[in-house]
């Protein structure tokens, strides 16, 4: 079992910055694919950023060259710098990690959940 605990949401203005924290308990980061993916209401979660075990780093086109997935094994925790925000990057925002071997940017792959934190930016 995996205990994902998201932090850092808020609320900001348009082309402002907020960073995302994932703390992870229940199994060494190393060990696990981590992901952000973010949803709105009526709408399916949609994958933002993700950090393989091999040290890939996908992004979704929506966000490339303005957010930043990092990892700190040591801390076992997974970040998501976010620069340059639009009012459409409004969502909640959630870490997920995937035990399983093989790595992926669909949410059905995932095995682990945080609650989610929210990001509202304003126009």
């Known amino acids: 079992q995996v205990l994902l605990v998201e932090s850092g949401g808020g609320l900001v203005q348009a082309g402002g910055s907020l960073k995302l924290s994932c703390a992870a308990s229940g199994r060494t980061l190393s060990r696990l694919d981590m992901g952000w993916f973010r949803q709105t209401p009526g709408r399916e979660r949609d994958f933002v950023a993700a950090?393989?075990?091999?040290?890939?780093?996908p992004y979704a086109i929506s966000v490339k060259d303005r957010f930043t997935i990092s990892r700190d094994n040591a801390k076992n925790t997974v970040y998501l710098q976010m620069n340059g925000l639009k009012p459409e990057d409004t969502a909640t925002y959630y870490c997920?990690?995937?035990?399983?071997?093989?790595?992926?940017?669909?949410?059905?792959?995932?095995?682990?959940w945080g609650q989610g934190t929210q990001v509202t930016v304003s126009s």
């Open positions: 997920a990690a995937n035990g399983g071997t093989n790595s992926s940017t669909r949410p059905g792959i995932y095995d682990y």
């Open positions: 950090s393989w075990r091999s040290g890939l780093t």
